[in-house]
C-alpha cells in the first residue's frame, strides 16, 4: 500500500491529509484560533470530587472543567503497551491531531490513553481517598473538548519523543505492539533495561524505534528528561491554574509521530515548512529526507491531488457506495448512526448476492468515514 501526506499550508490554517493508494483516509487541520490541546500539561484545582462516577472535575482554566477518573490516576504497568499515536489514533493524535472525537465518553469509560496504549481491567483506590477538593495537580490532556463536556485529564503524563515516549511517574518498559519480530522486541526491552536506572521513569518504544540503537535512545531519554525537569520548574514557579507545556503543533507533531519509512512520500507546498521539515529530519532520521517534496504547481495543492473534491464528498450525510448503494451516516447526541441502503443498486437475480455486495461495500467505507471524520464513541 502506498502512503502519502499531504500538506496545505497558509497564514489562515495548515490542512494535513494522509492518502492510502490515492484514497483520503485521514484529515487534520490546524488555526491560530483553534488551538488543539491534548499532550498540553496543566496545573489544576480539583473543584469537585464525585465518589458516584468515581471521578472528579478539575480546573485547568478551560471554559469548562476537565474530567479525571480514578482509573487515570494509577500508574499502568502492563509489558505490551503500543506507543503509537497516529497511526491507530489515536487521539491518533498523530490520529485525533486538530479534529474532534466522538461523543461517546462515558462517566466511567476507560478508552485509550495519548499513547495509544490499551487499557486493562485493574483495581483502583477509591478517587474519594486519593483527590481532595482545592488539591493542585499536574495534568496532562488525553482528549479534547466536546461540545458541552470539557476535555479528558489524566495524572499519568508523558512526554513523546521522536523514538520513545517518556513516563517520568512510571517504571514501566513498553514496545510498540507494531514492531511485531519477536528478536527485535526482545533486543529493544534489553536495551532500554540496561540503560534506564530505578529513578529514571518509564519508556515506550515507538514504531519509528525500531532498529533503535543504545547512543539514539540514551541522546533522546536525555532531551526528554530535561524537558520533564523544565516542566517541573515552571509548575513550581505558577499559581493553578496554568498551561505548563504545550506539545507540538500539528505539523511538527505529525512529523514526530507519523513520518517514518512507511510513509512514501511527504509533500508540501510551503517554502519555509519545507525547510523546517528537512532540518528536523536532517537531524533525527536523514534517510528520509529524499521523501520530502516541495510542491510548486500552478494550481493549490489539494486540487491537484484531487483532495478537494474528495473532502466535499466525504463530509456529506449521505455516501454513495461503488455498487449504486449508499449509507447515511447520522450523528446524535448519544451515538452515531451509520445506516446502509442498497439503493438503486438491485444486483442481477439473487437478492442474498445483492446484499452482500452492498454490505461488502458499505464495511470498507464505513471504516474509512470513522478514520475521516474523526468519529469514536458509541457507533
Known sequence: MRR????????????????????????????????????????????????????????????????????????????????????????????????????????????????????????????????????????????????????????????????????????????????????????????VKEVLSKDDGGVIVRTVGEELTKKTFEQE???????????GRRARGMKAPALVYQDARLTSGLIRDLFSDRIDLLTVDSESLHHEIKSYLGQVDPELLDRVKLYDGESPIFDEYGIEEEIRRAFRRKVELPSGGHIVIEPTEALVSVDVNTGRYTGKKDPAQTILRTNMDAAVEIARHLRLRDIGGII
Open 4 to 191: 502519502e501526506i499531504v500538506v496545505n499550508a497558509t497564514t489562515r490554517e495548515t490542512r494535513v491529509a494522509i492518502l492510502e493508494d490515492g484514497k483520503l483516509v485521514e484529515l487534520m487541520h490546524e488555526r491560530p484560533d483553534e488551538r488543539r490541546i491534548v499532550g498540553d500539561i496543566y496545573l489544576g484545582v480539583v473543584e469537585a470530587v464525585v465518589p458516584g462516577l468515581q471521578a472528579a472535575f478539575v480546573d485547568i482554566g478551560a471554559e469548562k472543567s476537565a474530567f479525571l477518573h480514578a482509573s487515570d490516576l494509577v500508574a499502568e504497568d502492563d509489558d505490551d503497551d503500543d506507543g503509537d499515536e497516529g497511526e491507530g489514533e489515536s487521539e491518533r493524535d498523530a490520529g485525533g491531531r486538530g479534529g474532534r472525537r466522538g461523543s461517546g465518553r462515558g462517566a466511567g469509560g476507560r478508552g485509550r490513553g495519548r499513547n495509544g496504549g490499551r487499557r486493562r481491567d485493574r483495581l483502583f483506590p477509591p478517587i474519594q481517598e486519593v483527590v481532595k477538593k482545592g488539591q493542585t495537580l499536574l495534568v496532562q490532556v488525553t482528549k479534547e473538548p466536546i461540545g458541552t463536556k470539557g476535555a479528558r485529564v489524566t495524572t499519568q503524563v508523558s512526554l513523546p519523543g521522536r523514538f520513545l515516549v517518556y513516563m517520568p511517574s512510571s517504571n514501566h518498559v513498553g514496545i510498540s505492539r507494531k514492531i511485531d519480530d519477536r528478536e527485535e522486541r526482545s533486543r529493544l526491552r534489553q536495551m
Open 221 to 231: 531519554l536525555k532531551s526528554l528528561r530535561k524537558s520533564w525537569e523544565k516542566v
